[in-house]
Nanobody, 118 residues
Framework: QVQLVESGGGSVQARGSLTLSCAASGIGGSYCMAWFRQAPGKEREGVAR??TGSGSTIYADSVKGRFTISRVLLQMNSLKPEDTAMYYC??????????????????WGQGTQVTVSS
């Protein structure tokens, strides 16, 4: 059984940094790992994705140059108030077709809150 557990959220001032972690169990080989976020009243949006076998990454335009995804971590630098949201890691047990769209991911963590104050 695949389980994803996020940690590392919290509160930070603008221009600060946070590192989120996603502990994955029950999944192996090459697969897609992604981070999504959802602010109150807004749709869930893709932040970043990595294909674990190749290391290929993609980022949302809003976070390019500020966020870095690895197999386990999402490093977030130069945070802005508009980054405030619940952050979720998600996995797709295939290593293709991994767009930054929630519909492609079949396993989800419980979420961790990130709050950025101005």
């Amino acid at each position: 059984q695949v389980q994803l557990v996020e940690s590392g959220g919290g509160s930070v001032q603008a221009r600060g940094s946070l590192t989120l972690s996603c502990a994955a169990s029950g999944i192996g080989g090459s697969y897609c790992m992604a981070w999504f976020r959802q602010a109150p009243g807004k749709e869930r949006e893709g932040v970043a994705r990595i294909i674990t076998g190749s290391g290929s990454t993609i980022y949302a335009d809003s976070v390019k140059g500020r966020f870095t995804i690895s197999r386990v971590l999402l490093q977030m630098n130069s945070l802005k108030p508009e980054d405030t949201a619940m952050y979720y890691c998600a996995a797709r047990t295939l290593s293709y077709g991994c767009a930054l769209d929630p519909v492609y991911y079949n396993y989800w963590g419980q979420g961790t809150q990130v709050t950025v104050s101005s």
